[in-house]
């Protein structure tokens, strides 16, 4: 059985300051991942995706990959009230290229 | 783009009556999925299509369950009967396949209520 695991939060934050979160998997060939945010009532939204070791940012956000410790997380820097949600990630299964297998998200409060 | 349309937004049903979730895709997109969201189990793939064919169905919780994908544009998520377990947001998403981003695409989603 191929997991994602995450922490479920919530991860409560100051405005400003960096949120960190963290997403570990379990299929050793994965080489795709992805970080959906997903605001309450509403359908999952990509908002990063990395495919090798190392870091990729896009404005506030930095997508984190280390392969040989099958570990992903995601930095939101300057993290503002309309950043609180759910944040899933997910991986893609190795070998059918198709199926994303997601973690349970975890839950980010922002504060003022 | 109109983005992935589904319908209803909501239903709430009977136990034991057939409940019918309806899907269309982004044009041009050759993958359809369906997911279904709860509590307890986040959001778990139910069955995948690929240029209208079921390519996966492995999620599909039981025979109660079946898809359709009879053109590009439409697809159907059947329960029959329905049951109050199956109560959940369940979410369409399309992309784009070898040749595209392959960047999923979610659908507002059906949440379903049986009682």
């Known amino acids: 059985q191929k997991e994602v695991e995450q922490n479920s939060g919530p991860l409560s934050v100051p405005e400003g300051a960096i949120a960190s979160l963290n997403c570990t998997y379990s299929d050793r060939g994965s080489q795709s991942f992805f970080w959906y945010r997903q605001y309450s009532g509403k359908s999952p939204e990509l908002i990063m995706s990395i495919y090798s070791n190392g870091d990729k940012e896009d404005g506030r956000f930095t997508a984190q990959l280390n392969k040989a410790s099958q570990y992903v997380s995601l930095l939101i820097r300057d993290s503002q009230p309309s950043d609180s949600a759910t944040y899933l990630c997910a991986v893609r299964e190795s070998g059918g290229y198709n199926k994303l297998i997601f973690g349970a998200g975890t839950r980010l409060a922002v504060h003022p | 783009d109109a983005g992935v349309i589904q319908s209803p937004r909501h239903e709430v049903t009977e136990m034991g009556q057939e409940v019918t979730l309806r899907c269309k895709p982004i044009s041009g997109h050759d993958y359809l999925f369906w997911y279904r969201q709860t509590m307890m189990r986040g959001l778990e793939l139910l069955i995948y299509f690929n240029n209208n064919v079921p390519i996966d169905d492995s999620g599909m919780p039981e025979d109660r369950f079946s898809a359709k994908m009879p053109n590009a544009s439409f697809s159907t998520l059947k329960i029959q009967p329905s049951e109050p377990r199956d109560s959940a947001v369940y979410f369409c998403?399309?992309?784009?396949?070898?040749?595209?981003?392959?960047?999923?695409?979610f659908g507002p989603g059906t949440r379903l209520t049986v009682l």
């Open positions: 998403a399309s992309r784009l396949g070898a040749t595209g981003s392959r960047t999923q695409y």
